[in-house]
């Protein structure tokens, strides 16, 4: 979910502390300690981890129940604090531990507005700081995947693992006849680490939505995260602790759940891994320096080196290893690895749009009152510290309930914007001097992407209304596609991002069947009671797709913070980077756990797939060395 402006702004201004280290010295595994420093990290681990986010903890709590394993996570940010703004939804602001520097190029599709690239810088990654929405993909998504050549991807092989993840925690029954909280029990699980439930408190204003919406043809759907779930309106899922309504999150239930019986699992946190180490095309170990800067360190693996730093930077530690598009290696001066034209290309999100509304009769209490009213506010506090409903338990500025829309759902002209994008040559929606296995994967993806558009089989966009003044519009599945480069062998040198949103014309017009879809929401009378008046920049006044899109192109922002897909499994014919089992194409003994790996986006939020897919990929690793119970 959404950044507002000025708090990405002053975000971008913290540094996260760091702690400056010195040169490792070899020793014993710790008996209890898992938290290393540089002077206690062993030189040799049975596996590293490059980045310690959702993936990163799942695999290493998941490896290291095999108490004859090792496992060391570098992870470039520090430990959290346990700061209110990480614990407590309702404190969601300001926002802590962004990765700082981190801007876009001007975005030609997006009048050449420059943006900040907000991912997380700390233990637990985007879990630690993220809006806390925990929403499966969509049973095509999956399948889809396994289509461009991925077997042991699809909905079936990942259903197992999503209920293994996760513990979900039931509404009481009355509350959630209250709110319309629905939800098939035979598609949630209750013994996993990973604990969501839903808020304990709505704002009024959430009824008036949802009836609007029940009114303009968005139907009530019993479990979003169900198989071939429909489309419609649902309360979303959050990952709350109950019952003190806490943040659950990798750093938890990945690790301090585990740390006093695995004394061979261990976190070094501030460092940056900088590079691969390589023996004839063998990943053998990594080396690290504080992320404040300061001295290299290496460190072994004896059995793998898995990269699990993000959608942005995974690809930046393979490119300054040598292993990605030949040209821009050489162009830096970088001995080749393996020429991957693939790596750092194909670069997803999901991109944003707030819609600003005036109201004449809006309802009290709303998330504006949460702002802005102190004796509200400070008496929320006390509910909720009390554990009674309170809402604290929502993420600020967000409300409980939302719309998942296939654009069926969104436009009558479905078939046509279909027909039209499958009339685009491919090629003209990447680079000109884009490699060719690189666009064949994008043909198929597009192939892939508007056969579902058609079907209506998955979401194309959310709709949201936090109840105060604005409704949020999300972009799920873009056909344009960008890129994420390094431009320095400095590894501590911020990457180059370009997003290149809506460079594809199709993504405008698919957000623009989105914006009509909310404006229907809003001229339905359970909205009109409210007053609302669509205000500037959009407004009335603004009556064709054309102009419609215009005032888009000012108003768009690129990222949802769910930036994936620049390391694709696929067939490195396709442009792929890592195989079905997470591989990286040319070398050995290398994968890629994170969000990099997938090759496209999904019709939800990231998390929930990710927790999941990182679960699957433990199995496998698990199997392939005959570790736990698998021999
Ligand atoms: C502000 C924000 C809001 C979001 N809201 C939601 C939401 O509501 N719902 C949802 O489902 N998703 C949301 N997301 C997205 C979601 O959190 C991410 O997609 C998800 O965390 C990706 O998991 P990952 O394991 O791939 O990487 P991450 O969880 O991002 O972890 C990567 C880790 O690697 C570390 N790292 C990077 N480079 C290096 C290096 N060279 N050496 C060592 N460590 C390194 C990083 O510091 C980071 O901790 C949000 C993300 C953000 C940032
Ligand atoms: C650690 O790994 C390095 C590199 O593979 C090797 O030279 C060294 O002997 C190993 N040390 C131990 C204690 O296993
Ligand atoms: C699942 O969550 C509930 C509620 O917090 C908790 O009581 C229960 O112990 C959890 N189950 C497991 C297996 O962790
Ligand atoms: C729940 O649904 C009922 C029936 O459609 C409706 O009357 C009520 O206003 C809704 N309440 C909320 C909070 O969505
Ligand atoms: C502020 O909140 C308090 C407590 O809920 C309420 O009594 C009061 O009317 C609110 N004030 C305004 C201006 O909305
Ligand atoms: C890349 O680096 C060069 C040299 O440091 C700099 O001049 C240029 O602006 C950078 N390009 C981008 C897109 O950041
Ligand atoms: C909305 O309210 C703002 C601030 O009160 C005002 O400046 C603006 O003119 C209003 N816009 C519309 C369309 O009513």
């Known amino acids: 979910m959404p950044l507002r402006g000025p708090w990405a702004i002053l975000a971008l201004l913290l540094s996260p502390t760091v702690l400056l280290g010195t040169v490792a010295q070899p020793r014993l595994v710790p008996r209890h300690a898992t938290v290393v420093d540089r002077q206690t990290v062993n030189s040799n681990y049975t596996f590293i981890i490059a980045g310690g986010g959702i993936a990163g903890l799942t695999l290493a709590d998941r490896l290291t129940e095999d108490s004859s394993v090792t496992v060391l996570v570098l992870e470039a940010g520090p430990f959290d604090q346990g700061q209110d703004g990480i614990l407590i939804p309702g404190a969601f602001a300001p926002y802590l531990y962004f990765w700082p520097n981190l801007v876009t190029v001007p975005q030609v599709g997006l009048n050449d507005r420059s943006f900040p ?23 095509v998504d999956y399948d889809g995947w396994e289509s461009l050549g ?31 909280i629905s939800w098939d029990e035979a598609v949630r699980a209750h013994k996993g680490p990973v604990k969501y439930s839903y808020p304990n408190y709505f704002y009024p204003g959430s009824a008036n939505w949802w009836n609007a ?5 968005l139907e009530p759907v019993k479990d979003p995260n169900a198989p071939n779930s429909k489309n419609g309106i649902f309360w979303f899922p ?54 404040a800067g300061g001295t290299a360190s290496s460190v072994y693996a004896s059995k793998e080196v898995i990269l699990a730093a993000g959608g942005l930077h995974t690809p930046q530690i393979l490119q300054l290893s040598g292993i990605g598009p030949k040209k821009l290696l ?39 009152t949460f702002l802005t009213n102190a004796t509200y506010n400070a008496e929320q506090r006390a509910f909720y510290d009390a554990h009674q409903p309170s809402a604290y338990s929502i993420i600020a500025t967000l409300s409980t309930n939302i719309a998942r829309v296939s654009l069926q759902q969104a436009t009558a002209a479905y078939k046509q914007m279909v027909a039209q994008a499958r009339a685009r040559n491919p090629a003209d929606s990447l680079p000109t001097d884009v490699d060719a296995t690189v666009l064949e994967g994008y043909k198929a993806q597009r192939k892939l992407i508007l056969q579902q558009f058609e079907s209506g089989s998955a979401a194309i966009g959310n709709l949201h209304w936090g109840t105060a003044d604005s409704a949020l519009i999300y972009l799920l599945k873009p056909l344009s596609r ?22 594809d014309p199709a993504d405008l017009q698919v957000y623009t069947a989105l914006f009509r879809k909310n404006r229907q929401i809003f001229a339905a009378r359970n909205m009109q009671v409210l007053g609302p008046t669509e205000a500037s920049p959009f407004g009335a006044q603004l009556t064709t797709d054309a102009q419609i899109a215009t005032v888009m192109r000012n108003q768009v922002n690129p990222s949802n913070s769910h930036q994936c897909c620049t390391a694709a499994m696929m067939p490195r014919k396709l442009g792929g980077v890592v195989s079905s089992e997470h591989e990286v194409y040319g070398v050995k003994g290398l994968r890629v756990a994170d969000i990099s790996f997938w090759p496209t986006e999904v019709s939800g939020a990231p998390t929930a797939t990710m927790y999941a897919s990182a679960e699957l990929l433990a199995d496998m690793i698990k199997k392939e060395y005959c570790l736990d119970d698998y021999c």
Request: overall charge positive; hydrophobic content about 35%.
């Open 117 to 139: 690239a907000i991912c997380a810088q700390v233990v637990g990654g985007g879990s630690t700081i993220n809006a806390m929405v925990f929403l499966r993909g969509a049973t």
């Open 150 to 180: 991925n077997p042991r991807h699809s909905w079936d092989d990942l259903f197992p693992y999503f209920l293994k993840s996760e513990n979900f925690t039931r509404p009481s029954a009355s509350f959630a006849k209250a709110g319309n």
């Open 213 to 217: 919406a029940k009114s303009v043809g």
């Open 238 to 291: 959050t990952v709350l602790d109950v019952p003190s309504m806490t943040r659950s999150y990798a750093r938890r239930n990945h690790y301090d759940k585990v740390i006093t019986s695995r004394p061979n699992y261990h976190v070094l946190a501030s460092n940056t891994v900088s590079k691969i180490l390589f023996r004839n095309k063998q990943a053998i170990g990594v080396s690290y320096l504080p992320t």
């Open 330 to 368: 050489e162009k830096l001066s970088i001995p080749v690895v393996a020429d991957l034209p693939g790596v750092g290309q194909n670069l997803q999100d999901q991109p944003t749009l707030e819609v600003p509304y005036n109201f004449s009769a809006n309802v009290i209490p709303n998330p504006g």
């Open 482 to 503: 960008g890129s994420v480069n390094i431009n320095s062998t400095d590894p501590l040198a911020p990457v180059v991002i370009d997003y290149r949103t809506a460079t």
